[in-house]
């Protein structure tokens, strides 16, 4: 029987800040992994030659000249969930396995959006301004109870789940529209159609990532088919809303309120360069976060284990293919 030739080594390039436990899951599978999160793209460009496999999260878009320049690459795994700042077509073209970890933030995302949703239909924002400020207003802010309404989800896959299932408990009914899944109606949630989500919802919550099919997909015409004034969530990706056709909706009484986690446009100075910002911070209605619902301790930890976990299986399924 002849030897197997253990001569190969898979080498790994870590180009972002990724928790400790990936690098000690990768230790004992005899992979070369060099952790570089301060590399800078055109640093990377000199090097991803000599690499096969490659680990991001959001420092910059794996685009036709990386793919280009990285001739061994066989994999690219993602630190989150989605996959919009890699090229997925000319990847796949490539024949590049594309790995990512949405299992390890889908409740970190769930929650926040809960979190955002209950302070905005109690106005807590407002009042703890307001008391901080010696105001006492109770009647100004008289909050909506959640119990007993329907939220619609955009979206079943991994966080949409997630949030279906934060959500038991809290007397709503929950429904969910799904243009790539059916049959998927569980104990936590009910599949309809679009026609269906447009005439009951009175929350609206996006689980869904940013295609070119979903880019600014929620705009004027879109909100415009709700049939009630809806509360609006958007924790997945913020290109696929308009921002000014939720101002307006807002401005109209057709959006109670809304929250982002997302924009489109994120981080200063960027953020105060576009047209609807200082809208959105001065409407009462509107609540922002920086991007960080699914950035908690614990997302932290279980979006590098379970990344770990699917590049080592990517190492075993492949071991008959080492020679490149």
């Known amino acids: 029987m002849a030897q197997k030739d253990n001569s ?33 793209r055109f640093e990377a460009l000199q090097i991803l030659p000599n690499y096969e496999v490659l680990i991001i999260r959001s420092k910059f878009r794996i685009d036709a000249e990386v793919l280009h320049v990285a001739q061994r690459l066989k994999c690219i795994g993602r630190a989150g969930a989605g996959m919009d700042n890699i090229d997925e077509p000319l990847a796949v073209e490539k024949g590049i396995q594309l790995l990512n970890a949405p299992e390890g933030n889908r409740d970190a995302v769930a929650e926040h959006l809960i979190g955002m949703l209950l302070a905005m239909m109690n106005n807590l924002i407002r009042g703890n301004v307001q008391i901080r400020e010696g105001q006492w207003l109770r009647e100004a802010n008289r909050g909506f109870e959640l119990a007993g309404r329907t939220v619609g989800l955009i ?62 997909m929620v705009n004027e015409e879109y909100l415009s088919q709700f049939r009630k004034p809806i509360f609006f969530l958007n924790g997945a990706r913020g290109e696929i809303v308009d921002v000014n056709a939720v101002l307006k909706g807002i401005e109209k009484g057709r959006i109670l309120g809304a929250s982002f986690d997302v924009l489109p446009i994120e981080g200063f100075p960027a953020l105060t360069q576009s047209d609807w910002y200082e809208k959105l911070k001065m409407n009462e209605k509107v609540l922002m976060s920086p991007h960080v619902a699914g950035w908690t301790v614990e997302s932290y930890y279980k979006i590098a284990a379970i990344l770990a976990d699917k590049v080592i299986e990517f190492f075993h399924a492949n071991e008959t293919k080492l020679h490149i």
């Open 8 to 40: 190969f080594m898979w080498r790994v390039l870590v180009v972002d800040d990724i928790h400790g436990v990936f690098l000690d899951k990768l230790k004992n599978t005899g992979v070369i992994c060099d952790y570089r999160p301060e590399i800078t």
């Open 155 to 216: 979206g079943y896959g991994n966080n949409g789940q997630a949030m279906a299932r934060k959500l038991n408990g809290f007397g709503v009914k929950v429904i969910a529209y799904d243009k790539y899944k059916t049959g998927f109606s569980d104990i936590y949630v009910e599949e309809v159609r679009m026609e269906q989500m447009v005439k009951q919802v009175d929350v609206l919550s996006l689980h869904i990532p940013l295609t070119r099919e979903t880019r600014n």
